[in-house]
């Protein structure tokens, strides 16, 4: 009989009590198990999928096993062979303690459901060895532009095949996944695996089994979530768009996936590279620490031949117009030139902030305190809508402090500029690239391309349209920052 030591997932962690570190449960079970196997076990009135993580004879624990104050229970499943290595449990626990979390719960974070619900179908890699690079651990700083990555990229991938290794490339979004597959797929079409939360549950399995077992060196380019994954030839780990805010996780435990990536990186003894047109002020004192050494010397400047022009509207006169006269003869001229135009908000709807002008008092969400931003509904109707938690106001309202109904609206959202373009600009077509007009990735892309198919047009759009936009536009302007 085995004692086994079990770090179960769902948060149940650290809550079921027992000795020992935190998040960490224990069990009995015949069957032969290995560290990093997922088995299923009881907790409370349900069974939860856990991953273990110390395995002990019963002989070797005889003593410490009579002082439980409580029955072990016995395990009620092993799924194996296990995809998770011992170094992806070890930095699991680097990790818990770095975010002040249980194990369990930094394991269900950074991995994608479906690897649990589809757990039988993955197929274990190969063993060789201990699997760990016993190369001297080395971590790099490369920042150049996007183009220059790129190069790089094309012949260090090569060059680490010809070798026997494998390369993992990790990017925040699924769309800089599926850019940098294309972009360094040619030529080796066959070996390059695109992993994001877009797939299908088949097409994710499909994709695992086939980094896992293909005998050729392969190129992975994935989401944080996908890190887990190993092969024993996998030497590079290459942390893409650095400096992108996507790295972190939206709901708790709050991880951010670039300190995992790398926790995981040095305990696996990889190289890794931290890269990024401009890296983080972060990323970049380490550097100037001597603790991250150059890939290739550091660019600066960043070389482009467009014109730059800042307009300050303060200094004009008359009433306020968010598109001045300026940048309305700039859009005129390149529309006339059959020229695209790309017009960036930072925020969705009319007015980001509205406020009483009797007592300043910003109209806010009753739910959730968080500042109501001005819509425009069907037909001319206005709303206010929370877009935290998507309750709807009537725009006929007063001030909910003092009663009083002087509500002025203040900024400029993406409709409220597509409304004044609408008026400076009847003939065109104005296409708008935001939560509201693309709910999904599929609907983005439709807009996207509707935008650049036209020989000439005006798109409007927060950071939401910044993915998809693939060629080059010849008039960019921010109107809001």
Known sequence: MKIVEVMPFSGSGGRYGGEGPRGILSYFTKKNVEK???????????????VVVRVLEARESKNSARQFPYALKKIKKVWEPGVFDSEFIEAAEKVARFFVSSSGEIIEQIVPKIIFERYGDIKAPKKTGNGKNELKL?????QRELEE????YKTMIRTEFARGNSVFIAAPTIEAVLFFADELSRGIENYVCALHGGLTKKETVGRCNKITVEEHPVLVVG?????????PDMKT???EQESSGAYRTQSRPYIDMRIAAEILGTVRGQKIILADTILRIETLARHEGKELLELAPLKWRVES?????????RERGGEFKLIDDEAKKEIRETLLNKGRVFIFTVRRGLRPLTVC?????????????????????????????CHKCKDKKSAETACGECGGWRLKALGYGSQGVFEELKESFPGEKIIMLDKDYAKTAVQAKKNAGEFFAQGGGILVGTELAFPYLERAI????????
């Not at 299923?40 to 009135?45: G, K, M, Q, Y």
């Not at 080395?138 to 490369?142: G, M, P």
């Not at 990555?149 to 790089?152: A, P, Y």
């Not at 031949?305 to 509207?313: A, E, F, G």
């Open 36 to 50: 990093g196997a997922i088995v299923s076990v009881p907790i409370r009135n349900r069974d939860t999928f856990g």
């Open 138 to 142: 080395e971590k790099f700083v490369f």
């Open 149 to 152: 990555r790129i190069s790089f």
């Open 223 to 231: 989401t944080p979530s996908f890190i887990f994954l190993h092969r």
């Open 237 to 239: 780990f290459i942390l």
């Open 305 to 313: 031949q467009s014109r730059s022009k800042l307009i300050d509207t």
């Open 357 to 385: 002008s009797d007592c300043g008092t910003v109209l806010s969400c009753e739910r959730c305190s968080v500042p109501l931003v001005l819509h425009a509904s069907e037909g001319s109707t206005r709303i206010f809508i």
């Open 474 to 481: 010849e008039t960019v302007i921010v109107a809001s920052v």
